[in-house]
């Protein structure tokens, strides 16, 4: 609380009043009654098809197949047979076994590509070594190789190194692909610390290692949340990688989720329940760590 | 405040969390034991085990299969390998995937390919085997495939003379669905030549009906339902040897033989008073998905539909299919009621090794033994083996589609949008046709097809 006494009694006088905060102003805009109401009306639209998805899910298979979700409020048909049929052995599919295959599958792909992330964009912005500006550009470059011509030059490596159809090809890929952003990323953030920081650490003795972790890392937990959120949303959601390197017995829920709808699409009606279940932990690792990501969404793109 | 709002709100959301992951956690505890002891097993009957001892003892080993056949088709098949497994000791590892078709290319090229492959189109077989990592079928395979199928379908599973593939299952694509009720209240008779199915569709025109219902739509692939429409009518009044030479492209895309068979379908699905049964106009066959296409049979809104054996899944499951029932199928008929041609598709079993199991397996797979005990267990299912007795079959349409193609009248012919090349096949023939439909005359559309061919 005491941070923000000085903006409430700053503007007094006109001559004060030049001297607002950009944020303040940003804020003062933001929160006329015309942007609430702009605010609320994105809301809502953006909100409609999830909604519609949710009352779908409830409805019965001869009711989705012939009528849009809307008509639901005039014949209230609930049905909980579809998401019966998601967990249950009976449709050939059990979402269920597939969740725990996806948290495998998602947790070190964050946990891995994070920690490395981390310690490299350290080394490139606090520490000095021949080409370690030309690396850094080959680094931040492979962000544009589409990761698609990729894949099959990756599984060729995997089988060869005999990783074939362990969970370490969807690790080792996901990590791969995610690696050149995150060190930019973070190398940004890093880089914004100030150096006097860095020297008192010095002085007191610290090597890189107990920098890094002792006066580093807890000040760039939110760029780790915010890139953590990204990358966990990114795997969780990827269905290309997890098809191409996992197999039956360790794909993700993505995959049981394209293949429950049948050989033909027949069973289509089933895909509003299953797509509910595959969001719910998205959405709540998105509710946890939200204020880290609108925070971090800004680390490193804009510079004072 | 808002970090007060927040924190709040991040304990919420880890009870949430935190009691679905236990709900999800228990039901997988809970459910993935209940199934575990098959009913096939018992149900199916021992078979004889000598045809596999020739391959040597194979007990404890396994053989990967990898295919697009997913739930709920896939029960069926994992039930079908269980004498099989039971005689040698094979463990047999099913597979399914819907992006198969690519999947399979990248898995070939990466040596990750599965042993076996089930292939739905000769066309992919043929990209297949020029990725070099496809066997030769066995000898014995070869054997079979003489013994219980005609020389089309060995032809199918060949590639540059060299037989590779045996066929598995097939579809028949020359259905017309209808409701058995409606024919009996109204008096409508199953026609036997086209010339009766038209006078057909004017007699339910003039009873006030809008007789025809269709759906094109079907994402990226939107508008095959259409192609196959054409190859019909390209089977029916041109015969099945301009049918080869056309897929071909011994003859142009866009000759004389085409025009009449797309105009003949225009004179069914371009026709304001004949469509679109249940859903609007002739331009609501774009829009409509080829899986809701016929459903307006079910609520009297319209009472012919065109549509392969396997569109018996799309039907909820409380309509009943069969000859009695709320829907069937007819067999669209030929020019003349004596000419019985067939357009269907099918799968092919390709290997990728050529390890004494994986050719046990193969044999098994191409023999009459499975062909039987497969139609025992599954339902939309049919096969062109000669050894399937259609009595085993479960399902009425079933039985119909393998009456079909068991015919001895019947000319078969396999889709030919799947043995083109891909760039017509599974683009602009798609593309063009969907087109058409929606307004383009016929000519210009052959026309653009014709062009796109790859020279």
Redesign the interface.
């Known amino acids: 609380m005491t941070t923000e006494a000085p903006l409430t009694t700053a503007p007094v006088g006109g001559a004060v009043k030049k001297v607002t905060t950009p944020a303040a102003a940003a804020k003062k805009k933001l929160s006329s009654p015309w942007a609430s109401l702009a605010a609320i009306v994105i809301a809502v639209l953006w909100t409609v098809p999830t909604f519609g998805l949710l009352v779908t899910s409830f409805r019965p ?2 009711d989705i ?2 009528t849009g979700w809307w008509t639901f409020f005039s014949n209230p048909l609930v049905t909980f047979e579809n998401y019966e049929a998601v ?3 009976e ?7 597939y ?2 295959n996806s948290l495998i599958i998602t947790i070190p792909s964050v946990i891995i590509p994070l920690f490395l992330a981390s310690l490299a964009a350290y080394a490139f912005a606090w520490m000095n070594f021949p080409g370690k500006n030309l690396l850094f550009i080959v680094i931040f470059a492979l962000q544009i190789v589409p990761l698609q011509v990729t ?2 030059p990756l ?2 490596f ?3 190194a005999g990783l ?1 159809g362990t969970f370490w090809t969807v690790w080792l890929a996901h990590s791969t692909f995610a690696l050149p952003l995150a060190i930019y990323l973070l190398h940004n953030f890093i880089k914004e610390v100030p150096s006097s920081l860095i020297e008192a650490a010095r002085i007191d003795g610290a090597g890189h290692v107990s920098i890094f972790f002792r006066v580093l890392l807890p000040l760039l937990t939110p760029a780790l949340a915010a890139f953590g959120i990204f990358q966990f949303l990114w795997v969780w959601n990827d269905l290309l990688v997890a ?2 390197f996992t ?2 017995q360790i794909s993700p829920i993505t ?1 049981q989720l ?11 009606y089933l895909l509003s329940a299953g797509a509910f ?1 595959s969001m ?2 998205p959405v ?1 690792v998105f ?2 760590l939200q ?1 880290y990501f609108v925070r971090g969404l800004l680390a490193g793109s804009v510079k004072g | 405040m808002f970090v007060q709002r927040g924190s709040s709100r991040s304990r919420v959301a880890i009870a949430g969390a935190l009691s679905m992951g236990l709900v999800f956690g228990l039901s997988a505890c809970g459910d993935s034991k209940d199934e575990e002891p098959g009913t096939g097993a018992t149900s199916l009957a021992a078979i004889d085990c000598t045809p596999y001892k020739a391959f040597g003892d194979l007990t404890g080993k396994e053989v990967s299969i990898y295919t697009g056949i997913v739930t709920p088709e896939d029960t069926p098949h994992k039930e079908s390998y269980k004498p099989f497994e039971q005689c040698t000791g094979v463990t047999v590892k099913y597979e399914g995937d819907k992006a198969f078709e690519t999947q399979i290319l990248v898995r070939a090229e990466a040596n990750n390919a599965p042993d076996v492959a089930f292939v739905p189109q000769p066309g992919l077989l043929q990209r297949l085997v020029q990725t070099g990592k496809v066997k030769e079928a066995p000898a014995e395979v070869a054997a079979n495939v003489d013994k219980f199928w005609g020389a089309d379908w060995k032809e199918y599973g060949s590639v540059g003379g060299k037989f590779y593939a045996a066929p598995l299952g097939a579809s028949v694509k020359s259905l017309v669905w209808f409701s058995p009720k409606e024919f009996k209240d109204s008096g409508y008779a199953e026609p036997k030549t086209l010339a009766d199915l038209k006078a057909l569709t004017d007699k339910m025109v003039a009873d006030g009906k809008k007789p025809w219902c269709a759906g094109i739509n079907s994402g990226e692939a939107t508008g095959w339902p259409l192609t196959d429409w054409m190859e019909d009518f390209m089977l029916r009044l041109s015969g099945p040897e301009t049918y080869d030479k056309w897929l071909k492209h011994e003859i142009p895309f866009n000759g004389p033989e085409a025009t009449k068979a797309l105009d003949a379908v225009g004179e069914y699905l371009k026709n304001d008073k004949y469509v679109n049964g249940g859903y609007g106009d002739v331009k609501s066959i774009a829009s409509t998905t080829f899986q809701d296409g016929g459903l307006p049979i079910l609520e009297g809104q319209c009472s012919l539909h065109r549509q392969a054996s396997f569109y018996a899944a799309n039907f909820p499951k409380t309509a009943k299919v069969g000859p009695d029932g709320d829907v069937f199928a007819f067999y669209l008929p030929g020019e003349t009621a004596d000419s019985a041609p067939v357009l269907g598709g099918g799968e092919f079993v390709a290997a990728f090794a050529d390890r004494p199991e994986v050719k046990a397996f193969q044999t098994y797979l191409s023999s009459d033994t499975w062909a039987n005990v497969k139609a025992k267990v599954s339902a939309g299912w049919v096969t062109a083996n000669k050894g399937l007795d259609p009595a085993n079959l479960q399902n009425p349409v079933d039985k119909l589609s393998a009456e079909i193609l068991l015919n001895p009248k019947a000319t078969f012919r396999f889709d030919a949008s799947d043995l083109m090349p891909a760039a017509v096949g599974q683009n602009t023939f798609w593309k063009q046709t969907t087109a058409w439909l929606t307004g383009q005359d016929t000519k210009t559309t052959l026309d653009k097809i014709e062009a796109s061919w790859p020279k």
């Open positions: 298979e001869a197949k012939k967990f249950g052995a449709e050939g599919v059990n979402l269920a076994d969740f725990l894949l099959i599984l060729t995997f089988v060869d074939a098809l191409t197999g039956p995959v394209s293949n429950m709808t049948g050989t033909r699409g027949t069973a289509w279940v719910v932990v709540t509710l946890l204020r």
